[in-house]
């Protein structure tokens, strides 16, 4: 396609400019994958209007979706990479808010307690000890399962089998 051959250049750029590493590959990746996905539509006999915004648009679910699918490693109470006005990254970081809160919800109250003291109130596990009255080995074992659990359901959520 003209559109494309012409275009190829100014759409890797808008795709790097929303990546954190600005990974020449993967804005690469990305616009071939919109490429394809234009071309394996379900009806091509369909017209498509705007060209130029049906590809901004998908490069931009793409862009979302190559986010969740890394969402586990993003920063959670920094600014994300791209700025805050980023739309499609402010998503996937309410998005993975809501599903670290969620997984937390799910724990135990054991566990969800010493987490909740020791990462965000920034309570250390001998100050806890005392005022507990619970063995520091204790609190560091429920940490530990806890955060297991919110792994493991963070991945299930990320990686569904």
Known sequence: MDFFRVKREALVGFVRRRLDDAAGQEAEDIVQDVFLGLLD???????????????????????????????????????????????????????????????????????????????????SFKDLAGEWGIPVGTLLARKSRGLEKIRKQLAARINPE
């Open 41 to 123: 539509r379900a009806d091509p006999t369909i017209p498509i209007r705007d060209l130029a915004a049906f590809c901004y648009r998908a490069l931009t679910n793409k862009i979302v979706d190559f986010y969740r699918s890394r969402k586990m490693i993003l920063p959670l109470n920094e600014e994300l990479p791209g700025g805050e006005e980023d739309p499609p990254l402010q998503i996937v970081r309410r998005e993975t808010l809501e599903e670290v809160f969620a997984a937390l919800d799910a724990l135990s109250p054991d566990e969800k307690a010493v987490i909740l003291e020791t990462e965000l109130e920034g309570r």
